[in-house]
């Protein structure tokens, strides 16, 4: 199973669309995960003319007519696998705990975020956490990213810069 996954595009505010390196990859995923900060439902709309399953969680720069229509966290079952999903919030330096926090009585074997704009993809205490970085905004990080894992027998999680 291919999954594509991008985080905090804040379109139109960062850019005006999703990058076309972006929606080309995607094409040939199974499901694509977005880890908050659209800050439009219409970036739903043109990932789901993309691919039918799109999974998606609120971010905190979200106004009411996202969060009208998302939740702030997800449990997705993907083949034998458990995904967390949810944006983060307040400090980045404690992004991890409040994550690991907010799962630990669920499961997972993926906990995918947001928030920081910056790419991560680490292994702790069995869970992979991964952040695919910013779609549209290097404000932390030197490049523009997304992500994707493979789900076979195993997790492979890779960042793409653009």
């Known amino acids: 199973m291919k999954i594509g996954v991008i985080s905090d595009t804040h379109i139109p505010e960062r850019a005006s669309s999703i990058p076309q390196k972006i929606i080309d990859d995607f094409k ?81 074997d993926i906990i995918v975020f947001g928030h920081s704009h910056a790419p991560f993809n680490e292994k702790k205490n069995g869970i992979l956490f991964f952040n695919p970085g910013s779609a549209t905004d290097k404000i932390f990080s030197a490049h523009n990213s997304y992500g994707i894992i493979e789900l076979n027998d195993k997790i492979e999680a890779r960042v793409i810069n653009l």
């Open 28 to 108: 040939s995923a199974d499901m694509i995960i977005h880890a908050g900060d659209l800050v439009t439902v219409s970036v739903l709309d043109k990932l789901k003319a993309i691919c039918p399953n799109v999974k998606a969680v609120a971010g905190n720069m979200d106004p009411s007519e996202v969060r009208k229509v998302l939740p702030e966290k997800e449990i997705i079952h993907a083949g034998k696998f458990r995904i967390g999903l949810m944006h983060g919030s307040g400090v980045a330096v404690n992004l991890l705990d409040k994550l690991s926090l907010a799962f630990k009585d669920d499961k997972v």
